[in-house]
Antibody
Framework: QVQLKESGPGLVQPSETLSLTCTVSGFSLTSYNVHWVRQPPGKGLEWMGVMWSGGSTDYNSALKSRLSISRDTSKNQVFLKMNSLQSEDTTTYYC????????????WGQGVMVTVSS | DVQMTQSPSNLAASPGESVSINCKASKSISKYLAWYQQKPGKANKLLIYSGSTLQSGTPSRFSGSGSGTDFTLTIRNLEPEDFGLYYCQQHNEYPPTFGAGTKLELK
């Protein structure tokens, strides 16, 4: 059974770094790509970046300077780190699996809400 | 980036009715459009990909059509569980981009 689950702090101070973990089960990170997508409250979805099955990454150009995605295949985990957080980074963060590298997402985590506030 | 314009933003309907949600791309995306359903407390659900291909498990009352820049999601004979948010997403080129969403509410 394919599952993805995001975890991380619910509250982050402005200007600090956000660290999130996506723990997956039911598939191998070396066979499927895993993406990060975020959604501000009441707004649409924004693609953030991807950990390709081969271990490389790509990022949304608007976030590239602040964003880093990595993984630990032995733990079935994909990590997101984003620095210099501001209030507009208050949003729900999702990880999602890429279906057969066709760039749509067949499985999603339930998301983790992160608030940036002092 | 490809801009996706989704309409309407809100839609009210009753069980048994049929509804359509539209999605327009700022440039041709061939057939590569996906539709998702979002409900509170649940993971987003892929309904349709490549414009008209139903994901395994998607009920046949859902259908997708369109190509190029204009796409439509149609839900026939609405069931109570169909009410929620719907998003389109182009999967023709990077970065993947989404529409702003359509809230389907019970009339």
């Amino acid at each position: 059974q394919v599952q993805l689950k995001e975890s991380g702090p619910g509250l982050v101070q402005p200007s600090e770094t956000l660290s999130l973990t996506c723990t997956v089960s039911g598939f191998s990170l070396t066979s499927y790509n895993v993406h990060w997508v975020r959604q501000p409250p009441g707004k649409g979805l924004e693609w953030m970046g991807v950990m390709w099955s081969g271990g490389s990454t790509d990022y949304n150009s608007a976030l590239k300077s602040r964003l880093s995605i990595s993984r630990d295949t032995s733990k079935n985990q994909v990590f997101l780190k984003m620095n210099s957080l501001q209030s507009e980074d208050t949003t729900t963060y999702y990880c999602a699996r890429d279906a057969f590298a066709l760039d749509y997402f067949d499985y999603w985590g339930q998301g983790v809400m992160v608030t940036v506030s002092s | 980036d490809v801009q996706m314009t989704q309409s309407p933003s809100n839609l009210a309907a009753s069980p048994g009715e049929s509804v359509s949600i539209n999605c327009k791309a700022s440039k041709s995306i061939s057939k590569y459009l996906a539709w998702y359903q979002q409900k509170p407390g649940k993971a987003n659900k892929l309904l349709i990909y490549s414009g008209s291909t139903l994901q395994s498990g998607t009920p046949s009352r859902f259908s997708g059509s369109g190509s190029g820049t204009d796409f439509t999601l149609t839900i026939r004979n609405l069931e109570p569980e169909d009410f929620g948010l719907y998003y389109c997403q182009q999967h023709n080129e990077y970065p993947p981009t989404f529409g702003a969403g359509t809230k389907l509410e019970l009339k």
